[in-house]
Protein backbone atom coordinates (compact mmCIF):
# COMPACT_ATOMS: atom_id res chain seq x y z
CA UNK A 1 0.00 0.00 0.00
CA UNK A 2 1.37 3.28 -1.15
CA UNK A 3 2.01 6.36 1.52
CA UNK A 4 -1.31 8.38 -0.37
CA UNK A 5 -3.54 5.40 0.30
CA UNK A 6 -2.13 5.03 4.06
CA UNK A 7 -2.82 8.61 3.98
CA UNK A 8 -6.53 8.18 2.77
CA UNK A 9 -7.11 5.58 4.92
CA UNK A 10 -6.02 7.20 8.09
CA UNK A 11 -7.84 10.76 7.05
CA UNK A 12 -11.21 8.78 6.11
CA UNK A 13 -12.48 7.70 9.90
CA UNK A 14 -11.93 11.26 11.61
CA UNK A 15 -13.20 13.24 8.41
CA UNK A 16 -16.29 11.06 8.15
CA UNK A 17 -16.74 11.38 11.91
CA UNK A 18 -17.03 14.85 12.02
CA UNK A 19 -18.72 14.89 9.13
CA UNK A 20 -21.37 12.54 10.86
CA UNK A 21 -21.41 15.05 14.01
CA UNK A 22 -21.60 18.46 11.98
CA UNK A 23 -24.77 16.50 9.58
CA UNK A 24 -26.07 15.29 13.17
CA UNK A 25 -26.11 18.70 14.91
CA UNK A 26 -27.17 20.69 11.56
CA UNK A 27 -30.18 18.29 11.27
CA UNK A 28 -31.19 18.36 15.15
CA UNK A 29 -30.69 22.31 14.83
CA UNK A 30 -32.83 22.38 12.03
CA UNK A 31 -35.66 19.84 13.92
CA UNK A 32 -35.13 22.68 16.75
CA UNK A 33 -35.49 26.02 15.06
CA UNK A 34 -38.63 24.68 13.35
CA UNK A 35 -40.44 23.36 16.33
CA UNK A 36 -39.80 26.65 17.92
CA UNK A 37 -41.01 28.56 15.02
CA UNK A 38 -44.14 26.87 15.12
CA UNK A 39 -44.60 26.98 18.98
CA UNK A 40 -43.63 31.12 18.49
CA UNK A 41 -46.52 31.18 16.15
CA UNK A 42 -49.00 29.18 17.98
CA UNK A 43 -48.05 31.43 20.95
CA UNK A 44 -48.03 34.75 19.01
CA UNK A 45 -51.68 34.02 18.26
CA UNK A 46 -52.84 33.26 21.84
CA UNK A 47 -51.62 36.11 23.24
CA UNK A 48 -53.61 38.15 21.29
CA UNK A 49 -56.47 36.44 22.42
CA UNK A 50 -54.90 36.91 26.14
CA UNK A 51 -54.51 40.60 25.26
CA UNK A 52 -58.07 41.15 23.51
CA UNK A 53 -59.65 39.58 26.57
CA UNK A 54 -57.83 41.23 29.20
CA UNK A 55 -58.51 45.02 27.39
CA UNK A 56 -62.46 43.97 27.25
CA UNK A 57 -62.49 43.28 31.08
CA UNK A 58 -60.88 46.20 31.98
CA UNK A 59 -63.12 48.17 29.45
CA UNK A 60 -65.88 46.80 31.46
CA UNK A 61 -64.87 47.66 34.84
CA UNK A 62 -64.05 51.42 33.62
CA UNK A 63 -67.38 51.79 32.13
CA UNK A 64 -69.19 50.65 35.11
CA UNK A 65 -66.82 53.18 37.31
CA UNK A 66 -67.54 56.16 34.84
CA UNK A 67 -70.83 55.57 33.91
CA UNK A 68 -71.75 55.39 38.53
CA UNK A 69 -69.03 57.96 38.99
CA UNK A 70 -70.72 60.50 36.34
CA UNK A 71 -74.22 60.20 38.36
CA UNK A 72 -72.80 61.41 41.78
CA UNK A 73 -74.14 64.83 42.47
CA UNK A 74 -71.95 65.87 45.36
CA UNK A 75 -74.21 69.12 45.98
CA UNK A 76 -77.42 66.56 46.76
CA UNK A 77 -76.37 63.30 47.85
CA UNK A 78 -80.25 62.75 48.79
CA UNK A 79 -81.34 62.18 45.30
CA UNK A 80 -78.27 59.96 45.31
CA UNK A 81 -79.67 57.11 47.85
CA UNK A 82 -83.51 57.64 45.78
CA UNK A 83 -81.11 56.95 42.74
CA UNK A 84 -79.44 54.21 43.52
CA UNK A 85 -82.64 51.76 44.87
CA UNK A 86 -84.01 52.37 41.25
CA UNK A 87 -81.49 53.34 38.20
CA UNK A 88 -77.86 51.73 39.36
CA UNK A 89 -78.52 48.49 39.43
CA UNK A 90 -79.08 48.30 35.48
CA UNK A 91 -76.82 51.31 34.62
CA UNK A 92 -73.78 49.26 36.43
CA UNK A 93 -74.94 46.02 37.46
CA UNK A 94 -71.34 44.81 38.71
CA UNK A 95 -71.06 47.91 41.49
CA UNK A 96 -72.10 46.68 44.80
CA UNK A 97 -71.68 49.55 46.82
CA UNK A 98 -70.88 53.22 46.84
CA UNK A 99 -69.43 55.08 49.44
CA UNK A 100 -68.52 59.11 49.57
CA UNK A 101 -66.29 60.53 51.62
CA UNK A 102 -65.27 64.24 52.75
CA UNK A 103 -61.73 65.56 52.92
CA UNK A 104 -61.42 64.31 55.95
CA UNK A 105 -62.27 60.84 54.95
CA UNK A 106 -65.80 61.04 56.93
CA UNK A 107 -68.31 59.17 55.36
CA UNK A 108 -70.51 61.16 53.81
CA UNK A 109 -72.90 58.44 52.38
CA UNK A 110 -72.93 54.87 51.43
CA UNK A 111 -75.05 53.40 49.53
CA UNK A 112 -75.04 49.10 48.75
CA UNK A 113 -76.70 45.76 47.97
CA UNK A 114 -76.66 44.60 51.06
CA UNK A 115 -78.37 43.57 54.35
CA UNK A 116 -77.83 45.64 57.15
CA UNK A 117 -75.76 43.41 59.22
CA UNK A 118 -73.47 43.31 55.94
CA UNK A 119 -73.55 47.00 55.58
CA UNK A 120 -72.26 47.32 59.00
CA UNK A 121 -69.13 44.47 59.15
CA UNK A 122 -68.16 46.37 56.42
CA UNK A 123 -67.84 49.57 57.55
CA UNK A 124 -65.69 48.50 60.17
CA UNK A 125 -63.05 46.64 57.81
CA UNK A 126 -63.39 49.76 55.59
CA UNK A 127 -62.20 52.14 58.50
CA UNK A 128 -59.25 49.55 59.59
CA UNK A 129 -57.85 48.18 56.32
CA UNK A 130 -59.40 49.36 53.13
CA UNK A 131 -59.41 52.76 53.50
CA UNK A 132 -55.55 52.92 54.73
CA UNK A 133 -54.58 50.48 52.00
CA UNK A 134 -56.17 53.26 49.18
CA UNK A 135 -53.92 56.19 50.08
CA UNK A 136 -56.87 58.70 49.27
CA UNK A 137 -55.12 61.70 50.36
CA UNK A 138 -51.96 60.70 47.23
CA UNK A 139 -54.54 60.39 44.49
CA UNK A 140 -54.70 62.89 41.81
CA UNK A 141 -57.90 65.16 41.23
CA UNK A 142 -60.11 63.49 38.66
CA UNK A 143 -57.83 60.26 38.08
CA UNK A 144 -59.59 56.77 38.16
CA UNK A 145 -57.59 54.07 40.39
CA UNK A 146 -57.94 50.48 41.44
CA UNK A 147 -57.33 48.71 44.49
CA UNK A 148 -57.18 44.79 44.13
CA UNK A 149 -56.74 42.83 47.52
CA UNK A 150 -57.52 40.49 49.58
CA UNK A 151 -59.69 40.79 52.75
CA UNK A 152 -60.86 38.36 55.02
CA UNK A 153 -61.35 34.98 52.55
CA UNK A 154 -62.32 37.45 49.77
CA UNK A 155 -60.54 39.64 46.53
CA UNK A 156 -61.82 42.61 46.48
CA UNK A 157 -61.76 45.41 43.63
CA UNK A 158 -62.57 48.91 44.80
CA UNK A 159 -62.29 51.92 42.51
CA UNK A 160 -61.79 55.19 43.36
CA UNK A 161 -61.88 58.86 42.40
CA UNK A 162 -60.68 61.71 43.99
CA UNK A 163 -62.70 65.08 43.09
CA UNK A 164 -63.19 68.83 43.93
CA UNK A 165 -66.91 70.36 44.81
CA UNK A 166 -66.93 74.08 45.90
CA UNK A 167 -63.53 74.25 46.58
CA UNK A 168 -63.79 70.94 48.91
CA UNK A 169 -61.80 67.64 47.83
CA UNK A 170 -64.32 64.51 48.14
CA UNK A 171 -63.53 60.62 47.95
CA UNK A 172 -66.15 58.79 45.76
CA UNK A 173 -65.03 55.11 46.32
CA UNK A 174 -67.11 51.71 44.42
CA UNK A 175 -66.73 48.54 45.29
CA UNK A 176 -67.41 46.07 42.70
CA UNK A 177 -69.13 43.03 42.96
CA UNK A 178 -66.30 40.31 41.80
CA UNK A 179 -68.79 37.16 41.71
CA UNK A 180 -70.92 39.07 39.32
CA UNK A 181 -67.66 39.05 36.94
CA UNK A 182 -67.21 35.67 37.83
CA UNK A 183 -70.28 34.07 37.12
CA UNK A 184 -71.59 37.01 34.18
CA UNK A 185 -68.93 39.04 32.71
CA UNK A 186 -66.23 36.33 32.37
CA UNK A 187 -68.55 33.94 30.11
CA UNK A 188 -69.73 36.24 27.99
CA UNK A 189 -66.36 37.64 27.21
CA UNK A 190 -65.19 34.03 26.78
CA UNK A 191 -67.89 32.23 25.06
CA UNK A 192 -66.59 32.77 21.74
CA UNK A 193 -63.30 30.95 22.64
CA UNK A 194 -64.90 28.01 24.08
CA UNK A 195 -64.48 25.92 21.02
CA UNK A 196 -60.45 27.31 20.21
CA UNK A 197 -59.23 27.57 23.67
CA UNK A 198 -58.97 26.36 27.45
CA UNK A 199 -58.57 29.49 29.73
CA UNK A 200 -59.07 30.49 33.11
CA UNK A 201 -58.47 33.02 35.93
CA UNK A 202 -56.30 32.70 38.74
CA UNK A 203 -55.41 33.98 41.64
CA UNK A 204 -52.00 35.05 43.45
CA UNK A 205 -52.02 31.19 45.12
CA UNK A 206 -52.33 30.30 41.48
CA UNK A 207 -55.86 29.10 42.68
CA UNK A 208 -58.78 28.97 39.47
CA UNK A 209 -61.32 31.73 40.42
CA UNK A 210 -62.59 31.53 37.33
CA UNK A 211 -62.59 28.30 34.66
CA UNK A 212 -60.90 24.98 35.60
CA UNK A 213 -57.35 24.45 36.15
CA UNK A 214 -55.35 23.70 32.99
CA UNK A 215 -52.97 20.75 32.76
CA UNK A 216 -51.38 18.83 30.37
CA UNK A 217 -50.77 22.04 28.23
CA UNK A 218 -47.00 22.25 28.77
CA UNK A 219 -45.68 25.09 26.93
CA UNK A 220 -48.27 26.31 24.86
CA UNK A 221 -49.73 28.09 28.10
CA UNK A 222 -49.59 32.30 27.73
CA UNK A 223 -50.39 34.27 31.03
CA UNK A 224 -50.60 37.65 31.99
CA UNK A 225 -52.31 39.72 35.10
CA UNK A 226 -54.49 42.53 34.33
CA UNK A 227 -52.81 45.78 34.34
CA UNK A 228 -54.89 48.21 36.38
CA UNK A 229 -58.32 46.51 38.07
CA UNK A 230 -57.87 42.80 39.22
CA UNK A 231 -53.95 43.05 39.28
CA UNK A 232 -53.52 40.56 41.68
CA UNK A 233 -55.79 38.14 39.19
CA UNK A 234 -53.58 36.45 35.91
CA UNK A 235 -55.22 35.27 33.09
CA UNK A 236 -54.02 32.21 31.22
CA UNK A 237 -54.98 31.09 27.75
CA UNK A 238 -53.82 28.28 26.16
CA UNK A 239 -55.05 26.42 22.53
CA UNK A 240 -57.80 23.88 23.08
CA UNK A 241 -55.37 21.48 21.02
CA UNK A 242 -52.21 22.35 23.43
CA UNK A 243 -52.38 18.85 25.53
CA UNK A 244 -52.36 17.24 22.11
CA UNK A 245 -49.81 19.68 20.60
CA UNK A 246 -47.82 19.16 23.50
CA UNK A 247 -47.49 15.79 23.32
CA UNK A 248 -46.67 15.65 19.31
CA UNK A 249 -44.01 17.90 20.22
CA UNK A 250 -42.36 15.82 21.99
CA UNK A 251 -43.04 12.45 21.05
CA UNK A 252 -41.93 14.12 17.95
CA UNK A 253 -38.57 15.65 19.30
CA UNK A 254 -38.21 12.39 20.86
CA UNK A 255 -38.82 10.55 17.19
CA UNK A 256 -36.79 12.79 15.30
CA UNK A 257 -33.46 12.70 17.92
CA UNK A 258 -33.93 8.92 18.09
CA UNK A 259 -34.03 8.51 13.98
CA UNK A 260 -30.87 11.16 14.09
CA UNK A 261 -29.10 9.14 16.46
CA UNK A 262 -29.90 6.22 14.84
CA UNK A 263 -28.79 7.28 11.74
CA UNK A 264 -25.46 8.29 13.18
CA UNK A 265 -24.76 5.10 14.97
CA UNK A 266 -25.60 3.54 11.52
CA UNK A 267 -23.10 5.38 10.44
CA UNK A 268 -20.71 4.80 13.08
CA UNK A 269 -21.30 1.44 12.89
CA UNK A 270 -21.18 1.41 9.22
CA UNK A 271 -17.50 2.85 9.95
CA UNK A 272 -16.01 0.54 12.38
CA UNK A 273 -17.14 -2.01 9.79
CA UNK A 274 -15.42 -1.22 7.46
CA UNK A 275 -12.53 -0.22 9.07
CA UNK A 276 -12.06 -3.75 11.51
CA UNK A 277 -12.78 -5.30 7.41
CA UNK A 278 -10.05 -3.50 6.19
CA UNK A 279 -7.81 -4.44 9.22
CA UNK A 280 -8.89 -7.82 9.22
CA UNK A 281 -8.72 -8.03 4.83
CA UNK A 282 -4.49 -6.73 6.04
CA UNK A 283 -4.13 -9.12 8.48
CA UNK A 284 -5.67 -11.97 6.22
CA UNK A 285 -3.20 -11.09 3.35
CA UNK A 286 -0.43 -10.93 5.90
CA UNK A 287 -1.02 -14.06 6.76
CA UNK A 288 -1.46 -15.31 3.38
CA UNK A 289 1.16 -14.33 2.01
CA UNK A 290 3.20 -15.87 5.33
CA UNK A 291 1.43 -18.93 4.59
CA UNK A 292 2.97 -18.80 1.16
CA UNK A 293 6.52 -18.45 2.31
CA UNK A 294 5.93 -20.85 4.49
CA UNK A 295 4.53 -23.75 2.09
CA UNK A 296 7.20 -22.66 -0.35
CA UNK A 297 9.73 -23.43 2.31
CA UNK A 298 8.41 -26.67 3.19
CA UNK A 299 7.93 -27.76 -0.41
CA UNK A 300 11.32 -26.44 -1.47
CA UNK A 301 13.24 -28.68 1.61
CA UNK A 302 11.53 -32.27 1.11
CA UNK A 303 12.47 -31.59 -2.95
CA UNK A 304 15.96 -30.46 -2.79
CA UNK A 305 16.51 -33.48 -0.34
CA UNK A 306 14.68 -35.74 -3.32
CA UNK A 307 16.67 -33.87 -5.71
CA UNK A 308 19.88 -34.50 -4.40
CA UNK A 309 19.53 -37.93 -3.34
CA UNK A 310 18.33 -38.60 -6.80
CA UNK A 311 21.16 -37.21 -9.05
CA UNK A 312 23.73 -38.92 -6.54
CA UNK A 313 22.06 -42.38 -6.97
CA UNK A 314 21.38 -41.73 -10.92
CA UNK A 315 25.14 -41.02 -11.16
CA UNK A 316 25.90 -44.58 -9.79
CA UNK A 317 28.54 -42.94 -7.71
CA UNK A 318 27.64 -44.29 -4.18
CA UNK A 319 29.44 -47.78 -4.16
CA UNK A 320 27.97 -49.01 -0.67
CA UNK A 321 24.52 -50.79 -0.53
CA UNK A 322 23.52 -49.59 2.95
CA UNK A 323 24.34 -46.08 1.95
CA UNK A 324 21.95 -46.51 -0.90
CA UNK A 325 19.70 -47.71 1.03
CA UNK A 326 19.77 -44.70 3.39
CA UNK A 327 19.29 -42.18 0.66
CA UNK A 328 16.13 -44.44 -0.69
CA UNK A 329 14.78 -44.48 2.33
CA UNK A 330 15.51 -40.35 2.98
CA UNK A 331 13.70 -39.87 -0.56
CA UNK A 332 10.55 -41.86 0.57
CA UNK A 333 10.45 -40.06 3.80
CA UNK A 334 10.23 -36.63 2.21
CA UNK A 335 8.25 -38.09 -0.39
CA UNK A 336 5.86 -38.57 2.35
CA UNK A 337 6.75 -35.61 4.33
CA UNK A 338 5.52 -33.83 0.73
CA UNK A 339 2.57 -35.53 0.15
CA UNK A 340 1.20 -35.30 3.85
CA UNK A 341 1.51 -31.06 2.98
CA UNK A 342 0.36 -31.22 -0.42
CA UNK A 343 -2.83 -33.22 1.69
CA UNK A 344 -3.07 -30.79 3.83
CA UNK A 345 -3.04 -27.82 1.38
CA UNK A 346 -5.36 -29.61 -0.72
CA UNK A 347 -8.09 -30.16 1.95
CA UNK A 348 -7.60 -26.52 2.85
CA UNK A 349 -8.15 -25.41 -0.48
CA UNK A 350 -11.30 -27.95 -0.24
CA UNK A 351 -12.63 -25.73 2.70
CA UNK A 352 -11.84 -22.66 1.08
CA UNK A 353 -13.70 -23.26 -1.96
CA UNK A 354 -16.84 -24.47 0.23
CA UNK A 355 -16.32 -27.81 -0.57
CA UNK A 356 -18.52 -29.67 2.15
CA UNK A 357 -18.66 -33.71 1.26
CA UNK A 358 -18.72 -36.12 4.20
CA UNK A 359 -19.60 -39.64 4.39
CA UNK A 360 -20.57 -40.39 7.46
CA UNK A 361 -21.05 -43.86 8.87
CA UNK A 362 -21.42 -45.64 12.39
CA UNK A 363 -17.91 -46.80 13.46
CA UNK A 364 -15.71 -46.76 16.39
CA UNK A 365 -13.10 -43.81 17.08
CA UNK A 366 -10.53 -46.17 18.36
CA UNK A 367 -9.72 -47.62 15.43
CA UNK A 368 -9.32 -44.06 13.56
CA UNK A 369 -6.59 -43.30 16.35
CA UNK A 370 -5.19 -46.35 15.35
CA UNK A 371 -4.28 -45.98 11.57
CA UNK A 372 -3.50 -42.50 12.71
CA UNK A 373 -1.18 -43.66 14.42
CA UNK A 374 0.49 -46.16 12.33
CA UNK A 375 0.52 -43.77 9.54
CA UNK A 376 1.83 -41.14 11.60
CA UNK A 377 5.17 -43.98 13.24
CA UNK A 378 5.46 -44.93 9.31
CA UNK A 379 5.95 -40.91 8.06
CA UNK A 380 7.94 -40.49 11.17
CA UNK A 381 10.35 -42.34 13.78
CA UNK A 382 8.71 -45.51 14.55
CA UNK A 383 9.78 -45.13 18.37
CA UNK A 384 7.69 -42.49 19.38
CA UNK A 385 5.90 -42.87 22.15
CA UNK A 386 1.54 -42.50 21.93
CA UNK A 387 -0.42 -43.52 24.79
CA UNK A 388 -3.75 -43.97 24.07
CA UNK A 389 -6.72 -44.47 27.30
CA UNK A 390 -10.08 -45.12 27.14
CA UNK A 391 -13.24 -46.01 28.99
CA UNK A 392 -14.72 -49.61 28.70
CA UNK A 393 -17.53 -50.15 26.69
CA UNK A 394 -17.03 -46.96 24.66
CA UNK A 395 -20.02 -46.14 22.48
CA UNK A 396 -20.06 -45.83 19.13
CA UNK A 397 -20.05 -42.82 16.85
CA UNK A 398 -20.65 -41.67 13.69
CA UNK A 399 -18.20 -40.02 11.17
CA UNK A 400 -16.16 -39.13 8.37
CA UNK A 401 -13.34 -42.04 8.62
CA UNK A 402 -11.12 -40.09 6.45
CA UNK A 403 -11.57 -36.29 7.47
CA UNK A 404 -11.38 -37.82 11.28
CA UNK A 405 -7.91 -39.22 10.16
CA UNK A 406 -6.77 -36.16 8.85
CA UNK A 407 -7.72 -34.03 12.17
CA UNK A 408 -5.22 -36.84 14.30
CA UNK A 409 -2.80 -36.65 11.76
CA UNK A 410 -2.78 -32.77 12.02
CA UNK A 411 -3.17 -33.22 15.88
CA UNK A 412 -0.39 -35.75 16.34
CA UNK A 413 2.29 -33.29 13.73
CA UNK A 414 1.12 -30.51 16.14
CA UNK A 415 2.90 -32.13 18.55
CA UNK A 416 5.70 -33.20 16.92
CA UNK A 417 6.40 -30.32 15.59
CA UNK A 418 5.54 -27.83 18.85
CA UNK A 419 6.12 -30.15 21.92
CA UNK A 420 8.15 -33.28 23.05
CA UNK A 421 7.02 -37.28 23.57
CA UNK A 422 5.78 -39.03 24.71
CA UNK A 423 1.94 -38.21 23.41
CA UNK A 424 -1.32 -38.85 24.94
CA UNK A 425 -4.61 -39.50 23.60
CA UNK A 426 -7.52 -39.67 26.29
CA UNK A 427 -11.19 -41.23 24.74
CA UNK A 428 -14.07 -40.99 27.27
CA UNK A 429 -17.73 -40.57 27.27
CA UNK A 430 -19.73 -37.61 28.41
CA UNK A 431 -23.18 -36.99 28.15
CA UNK A 432 -24.15 -37.08 24.55
CA UNK A 433 -20.69 -36.51 23.21
CA UNK A 434 -17.17 -38.97 22.76
CA UNK A 435 -14.59 -36.11 24.00
CA UNK A 436 -10.82 -36.91 22.96
CA UNK A 437 -7.93 -35.14 24.08
CA UNK A 438 -4.34 -34.98 22.53
CA UNK A 439 -1.72 -34.06 25.02
CA UNK A 440 2.09 -33.34 24.31
CA UNK A 441 4.86 -32.49 26.60
CA UNK A 442 5.97 -29.77 25.31
CA UNK A 443 6.17 -25.80 26.36
CA UNK A 444 2.45 -25.58 26.08
CA UNK A 445 0.57 -22.39 24.17
CA UNK A 446 0.31 -19.66 26.08
CA UNK A 447 -3.07 -18.94 27.42
CA UNK A 448 -3.46 -15.06 25.03
CA UNK A 449 -3.11 -17.13 22.03
CA UNK A 450 -6.10 -19.85 23.00
CA UNK A 451 -8.76 -18.03 20.96
CA UNK A 452 -6.61 -17.60 17.97
CA UNK A 453 -4.64 -20.30 18.05
CA UNK A 454 -7.72 -22.36 15.37
CA UNK A 455 -7.47 -19.28 12.88
CA UNK A 456 -6.10 -19.73 9.31
CA UNK A 457 -2.56 -19.20 8.87
CA UNK A 458 -1.97 -18.05 12.68
CA UNK A 459 0.97 -19.17 14.17
CA UNK A 460 2.47 -18.76 17.29
CA UNK A 461 5.14 -16.42 17.18
CA UNK A 462 8.15 -17.97 18.91
CA UNK A 463 11.60 -16.19 18.51
CA UNK A 464 14.27 -18.17 18.03
CA UNK A 465 12.19 -21.27 16.86
CA UNK A 466 12.95 -22.34 13.42
CA UNK A 467 10.54 -25.04 13.32
CA UNK A 468 7.94 -23.85 9.85
CA UNK A 469 4.46 -24.77 9.43
CA UNK A 470 1.86 -23.46 6.90
CA UNK A 471 -0.77 -22.35 10.31
CA UNK A 472 -3.84 -24.11 8.58
CA UNK A 473 -3.42 -27.48 10.27
CA UNK A 474 -6.09 -26.56 13.59
CA UNK A 475 -7.93 -24.85 11.20
CA UNK A 476 -8.43 -27.98 9.16
CA UNK A 477 -9.36 -29.68 12.38
CA UNK A 478 -11.68 -27.02 13.60
CA UNK A 479 -13.41 -27.09 10.26
CA UNK A 480 -13.90 -30.96 10.19
CA UNK A 481 -15.19 -31.38 14.15
CA UNK A 482 -17.76 -29.05 14.00
CA UNK A 483 -19.13 -30.31 10.61
CA UNK A 484 -19.35 -33.43 12.89
CA UNK A 485 -21.83 -31.27 15.45
CA UNK A 486 -18.62 -31.09 18.04
CA UNK A 487 -16.71 -28.46 19.30
CA UNK A 488 -12.91 -27.60 19.81
CA UNK A 489 -10.22 -26.15 22.03
CA UNK A 490 -7.40 -25.95 23.53
CA UNK A 491 -5.89 -25.87 27.61
CA UNK A 492 -2.87 -26.13 29.43
CA UNK A 493 -2.13 -29.33 30.92
CA UNK A 494 -1.40 -30.33 34.75
CA UNK A 495 2.72 -30.25 34.49
CA UNK A 496 3.70 -29.11 31.48
CA UNK A 497 2.68 -29.33 27.95
CA UNK A 498 -0.79 -28.87 25.73
CA UNK A 499 -4.26 -30.24 25.36
CA UNK A 500 -5.85 -30.15 22.26
CA UNK A 501 -9.45 -31.14 23.05
CA UNK A 502 -12.62 -32.10 20.96
CA UNK A 503 -15.99 -33.64 20.65
CA UNK A 504 -17.89 -36.06 18.48
CA UNK A 505 -21.44 -36.85 18.99
CA UNK A 506 -22.85 -40.08 20.13
CA UNK A 507 -24.37 -42.85 17.41
CA UNK A 508 -27.63 -41.85 18.25
CA UNK A 509 -27.15 -38.03 18.52
CA UNK A 510 -25.11 -37.71 15.52
CA UNK A 511 -26.62 -35.94 12.26
CA UNK A 512 -25.17 -35.37 8.55
CA UNK A 513 -26.76 -32.00 8.68
CA UNK A 514 -23.72 -29.40 9.39
CA UNK A 515 -23.20 -26.06 8.81
CA UNK A 516 -20.63 -25.21 5.45
CA UNK A 517 -17.22 -25.18 5.38
CA UNK A 518 -17.76 -21.13 4.45
CA UNK A 519 -19.74 -20.42 6.86
CA UNK A 520 -17.26 -21.95 9.71
CA UNK A 521 -14.49 -20.67 8.45
CA UNK A 522 -16.13 -16.81 7.85
CA UNK A 523 -16.11 -17.00 12.30
CA UNK A 524 -11.86 -17.63 12.12
CA UNK A 525 -11.13 -14.41 10.24
Excluded at 191 to 210: A, C, D, H, S, T
Excluded at 237 to 245: E, I, M, N, S, Y
Excluded at 271 to 287: D, G, K, P, S, T
Excluded at 483 to 505: L, M, N, Q
Amino acid sequence: MSWFSRLLSFLFIPVTLISAGILGYYSIEAARRFAEATRASILESTLLVVDEKIDAIEKAVIAADEAIFRRVDLTNLHALEEEWEHAFSNIAPSIKRLLVLDEEKRILIHLCRCTSKEKSAFLSMFEEKICPDLFLERAPIGQLRHLHHRYGQSDLLFSYRSVKSNGKRFYLVAQHDSDYFIHHLFPSIFQNEVGKYLFNIVNEENRPVFGAALSGVGEYLVGRNFPTTFYTWRLQVAPKRAPVLSAQKQAKSSTESALIALALVTLLVGVVFLVYAQIQERRLNRLKSEFLANVSHEFKTPLSVIRMFSELLLTKRIRDEAKERQYLESIVRESERLSALIENVLDFAAIERGKDVYDFQEGSILNVIQRAIEAFRARHDGNIEIVVRSEPGLPMARFDEQSLLIVFMNLLDNALKYGAPPFEIEVSSKGHHLVVKVRDHGPGIPREHHRRIFERFFRIPRPGSNVRGSGIGLAIVKHVVEAHGGRVWVEKADGGGAVIGFTVPRHQESTTERPSLTSLLSRDA
